[in-house]
């Protein structure tokens, strides 16, 4: 299949800063580009046309305005949301507001950044669009993708069943309790050995433990995947951020492994995917983004690098989706933009923290020794029990149906609990019936 001049000219601007880069693009990926044709003129009629005569873009307008029923505008019941800032199509890059606001505040989050470059974030879809736009660009048939033992499911469903990548695990967790750099080693290893390139995903805080890396264990998984790019091999590292911020001890690192891999090596590319979704608390709102960090190899400006690789992210959106929700984004970043969003998220951070905390004393209350080990957790919506006698699955259906509590079997013994969902008063109740619940399983 021939590939459009379009992209020619992307996976060319992208070959001339870091070819490394055009290596690890997918047949999708250097087949993408963003298209001109009507978007662009329509651009530029905006720019040129005499409002009155622009019949270029396919929305309606009345009187030079965007045209809208008031029934639906009276859902949104505020000054601060104009039918043309909600009810229009969104660019399929984003926002450009938005964009910029969620790029600043990359900055801000992680002071590590200060001094490097990275893309200005293209908006997605939620972060799972973001993993599924990710994996087009990316990701060939029977490429590798590295996860932990402990991982979100869906990840399965985009990139191995849709995809047809090739998953590889190792076990996250050490007997100690800790995670295991030794087992990330091997098996980063033992891939680069086999492949041509490597993908790695980094999910912290963790779905579905809850486990968030310490400082040591972030420079080891750092350095791990500098040393195999030194070695010869391409390296993508994704950081899967969705729970980013919502720490609750002093141990877990406070930035994302993003600040640390963007500007590791010429051969290691770093992909941020994180979003509104969860950071504050918007679920529905599906505002994902997906932004960029590598060196370019001769030295000089990545600008152009970044610009060609937002190019194909916004083009695959394009032949998606079209663009993420318009008012979604507007809602976000007039949030952001809001002078008591700090405080307001603070006070929801807080809440989190002291469900955390009692899930945390509750659980290892010594009375429940014979029932479960607990994993690691200090961050997050989850953690995750390793049950010592009975089955994940039949203890799910039986407390279901016998104490109307729903909690979520995720291996043969693992059983994870959203502490997101549930208030403080019902925390030793809930581990009460989910104790109850084993020894009547011990019974039968």
């Known amino acids: 299949m021939s590939i459009n001049p379009l992209a020619q000219e992307l996976n060319a601007i992208i070959k001339n800063a870091n070819p490394h880069v055009t290596e690890m693009l997918s047949k999708t990926g250097r087949r993408l580009f963003f298209p001109k044709g009507i978007l662009s003129q329509s651009g530029e009629a905006k720019q040129k046309a005499d409002p009155g005569f622009n019949a270029t873009i396919g929305i309606a307008t009345e009187n030079l305005d965007t045209m809208y029923l008031p029934s639906v505008m009276s859902y949104l019941n505020t000054d601060a949301l104009r039918p043309s800032e909600t009810l229009t199509y969104a660019s399929s890059f984003g926002v450009p507001e938005l ?16 001094g490097k470059s990275v893309s200005l974030p293209v908006a997605t879809n939620g972060i799972t669009h973001g993993i599924s736009v990710f994996a087009d660009l990316f990701l060939d048939p029977d490429d590798v993708v590295i996860f932990p033992d402990k991982m979100w499911g869906n990840n399965i469903m985009i990139m191995s069943v849709r995809g047809d990548a090739r998953i590889s695990r190792f076990t996250m967790f050490t007997p100690s309790g800790g995670f295991n750099l030794e087992g990330f080693k091997t098996i980063i290893e033992h891939e680069a050995q086999n492949n041509y390139k490597v993908v790695v ?224 008063e019902n925390i030793d109740a809930l581990f009460e019936y989910l104790y109850k619940g084993i020894k009547d399983l011990e019974g039968r």
């Open 99 to 114: 964009r910029q606001a969620w790029k600043e505040a990359l900055y801000r989050k992680n002071p590590s950044l200060k």
């Open 201 to 424: 995903f980094l999910n912290f805080p963790n779905n579905p433990t809850g486990y968030t890396v310490n400082e040591p264990e972030a420079e080891g998984i750092v350095k791990i995947l500098c040393e195999v790019a030194e070695q010869g091999t391409n390296v993508i590292a994704v950081t899967d951020d969705a729970y980013f911020g919502l720490r609750y001890e002093e141990a877990p690192i406070k930035e994302s492994l993003f600040a640390r891999l963007c500007d590791c090596h010429p051969r290691l590319l770093a992909v941020k995917l994180d979003g509104a979704t969860k950071e504050m608390f918007v679920w529905g709102l599906r505002v994902g983004f997906v932004t960029y960090g590598i060196p370019v190899l001769r030295g000089g400006d990545s600008g152009p690098l970044y610009e060609a690789l937002e190019k194909k992210t916004a083009g695959n959106i394009r032949g998606t989706v079209s663009n993420a929700s318009h008012l979604s984004q507007r809602i976000v970043l007039k949030t952001l933009q809001s002078d008591n969003f700090s405080r307001e998220r603070e006070e929801k951070v807080a809440l989190l923290k002291g469900r955390a905390n009692r899930v945390k004393t509750v659980a290892e209350d010594s009375k429940y020794a014979d029932a479960w080990e607990i994993y690691p957790f200090n961050s997050g919506y989850f953690m995750c029990l390793k049950l010592k006698t009975v089955e994940a699955e039949a203890l799910r259906t039986h407390l279901l149906d016998t104490y109307r509590v729903g909690l979520i079997a995720t291996g043969d013994r693992d059983m994870r609990i959203a502490f997101s969902s549930v208030d403080e």
